[in-house]
């Protein structure tokens, strides 16, 4: 989850190093840095670092560093030097601790590494930088020129005439492909053509971009059994393949490709990307009143797939912990769908509602919600504001948008919006931003047009919660359309933003973001639905 986050909130032009130099921090503006990039990006790199090193030696090193300067102030610098000490890391490489770190902390975006072969034994690889550009952001200059050290993990793998699958090596020692250089690498001697996976267990924080011969294989080696891959590995490739479809790097029949292979997946974090993804899909061609209808349809071709995962569900959890997780998230794309076996389950739980199971709330109340209407809305905020379950609370804020009436919208936007009224402070611009205006088309107007009339009231009522009026504005501009974008620079961008500089960076990832999704419907639109009636 924090390499993917840290992914959508780091690829824009719009960005900013994780790290930033202590001269140019002024005091006033100090805790807008700690922000989602510091947070999800500080994270991956730290464990990419962990990777590079070995954990003991990771461990060892922080162990030092923390028994050094305790009871004083550090900074990065020092950690980057105990650890290549203690590591003895530059005697092994051409490159320090420092040098290596330096190239993820002080400049912004991150690598996407192409894989090719040189000749049939051989394969190359090399960096350039990956960044989701709006045209009308200003590009930023880098102290690296955009180039990183990358610790490259992989595996390779060989596949018989009957699809037998043999691993050739699991090659956990790093390669290291460097600024300005490329990567030669040999296969191990065998008769038959290895299939590479790159970023092995998803540690590195770059992007892989495989050659077609390359991505074939892959999917090849899924298809004849999607074990032969570990969850990690399907993960970062899911991720990566969105990424790359988004920036133009590889066609969308890629990525449907593998969403149709991954489908049927029983990991719930592979199946939670897989109709993540779908729902992005459907959700930005759905939010085009060009595609709306075709979106429709191409959407309900995914049902047979859906209904044939129904088969897992039963009416008792599940003794593990993930199966339960796999079996809600089921269960929730099978009743979007309608499949009767899951809205008859959905229908006897709410009869008696002792006998829901817990993972299946969400879905049981949206349910009850779209059939019962208003009355049933005003139940379940009464239900909000008297439980003390914060697992409660968070289930009814999502239901409580899960509806298509436009006053009850405005009047769940109009109850955050206060501030400590009947939804607490903390809580409110997340359930503004991540929830409401996400939760459909209507409700993405309904939220873009409070934010434009009520910009600089929402900024003073909620002015000391910098990260979440950064993470709120980013949401609401994310989901605007063209004519939306067009108001928001003229009666927000131009008009406002230098006073709340906490917002500006979040402000323009949401800009970037909402442009990007506009170019990907006109890029993708056609091939996406074609043979869709």
């Known amino acids: 989850v924090s390499r993917l986050r840290g992914l959508q909130t780091y690829v824009y032009a719009s960005s900013r190093p994780p ?11 100090a805790a807008s840095y700690f922000d989602l990039i510091a947070y999800y990006k500080g994270a991956t790199i730290l464990n990419q670092l962990n990777m590079a090193l070995g954990e003991k030696n990771f461990s060892k090193g922080l162990q030092v560093y923390l028994e050094t300067f305790k009871y004083k102030n550090a900074n990065m610098s020092q950690l980057w030097t105990i650890l290549d000490d203690t590591t003895e890391f530059s005697n092994t490489q051409n490159f320090s601790v420092n040098e290596f770190m330096s190239t993820w902390t002080l400049q912004m975006n991150l690598p996407v590494v192409s894989v090719e072969y040189a000749d049939p034994k051989t394969l190359v690889m090399s960096q350039k930088r990956f960044v989701l550009k709006n045209p009308q952001t200003n590009d930023k200059p880098s102290p690296y020129s955009y180039q990183w050290y990358v610790p490259i993990q992989r595996r390779m793998y060989t596949i018989t005439e009957d699809k037998q699958v043999n691993e050739l090596e699991n090659i956990m020692d790093r390669l290291w492909l460097q600024p300005d250089t490329s990567l030669i690498v040999d296969f191990p001697e065998t008769n038959k053509t290895p299939v590479l996976v790159m970023n092995t267990n998803g540690d590195g924080y770059y992007i892989t971009r495989y050659s077609y011969d390359l991505w074939t294989s892959i999917l090849n080696l ?7 891959l570990n969850s990690r590995e399907k993960q970062v490739l899911l991720s990566d393949t969105d990424f790359l479809v988004r920036s133009g790097y590889y066609p969308v029949t890629y990525q449907q490709e593998l969403l149709e292979t991954l489908q049927k997946d029983g990991d719930y974090n592979v199946l939670n990307l897989v109709y993540s993804q779908i729902s992005f899909i459907y959700n930005i061609l759905a939010w085009d009143d060009r595609y709306t209808n075709k979106a429709e349809k191409w959407l309900k071709t995914w049902k047979p797939r859906v209904e044939n995962l129904s088969k897992r569900l039963t009416r008792n959890p599940p003794p593990s912990y993930e199966d ?4 809600a998230l089921v269960f929730k794309w099978c009743n979007q769908f309608e499949i009767q076996k899951c809205t008859e389950m959905s229908n006897d739980m709410w009869s008696n509602r002792t006998t829901i199971i817990p993972d299946y709330k969400a879905t049981v109340y949206g349910n009850v919600l779209k059939a019962k209407g208003k009355d049933q809305w005003n139940k379940f905020l009464d239900e909000y504001n008297k439980t003390s379950s914060e697992a409660e609370r968070g289930i009814l804020e999502k239901t409580l948008a899960n509806t298509d009436d436009e006053d009850l919208i405005k009047s ?7 501030g400590d009224g009947v939804i607490q402070k903390s809580d409110s611009l997340y359930i503004m931003g991540r929830t409401i205006a996400t939760s459909s088309p209507l409700a993405a107007n309904i939220s873009i047009e409070y934010f434009l009339d009520n910009f600089r009231d929402i900024m003073a009522t909620f002015s000391g919660l910098q990260l979440a009026r950064a993470d709120y504005v980013e949401r609401i501009v994310s989901v605007a359309n063209a004519a939306q974008l067009s108001r928001i620079r003229s009666e927000v961008g131009d008009v406002y933003l230098d ?6 960076s979040s402000y323009e990832n949401g800009m970037s973001q909402a442009v990007i999704r506009s170019a990907w419907v006109e890029a993708h639109a056609t091939a996406i639905l074609a043979g869709v009636e």
Not at 19 to 29: C, G, H, I, L
Not at 412 to 418: G, I, K, P, Q, T
């Open 412 to 418: 769940y936007v109009r109850l955050c919006a206060e």
């Open 324 to 327: 339960r997780l796999t079996n």
């Open 222 to 228: 899924l298809k004849a059994n999607i074990t032969n």
């Open 19 to 29: 790290s930033v130099p202590e001269a140019a921090v002024n005091p006033d503006t």
């Open 499 to 504: 006073q709340y500089p906490d917002v500006r």
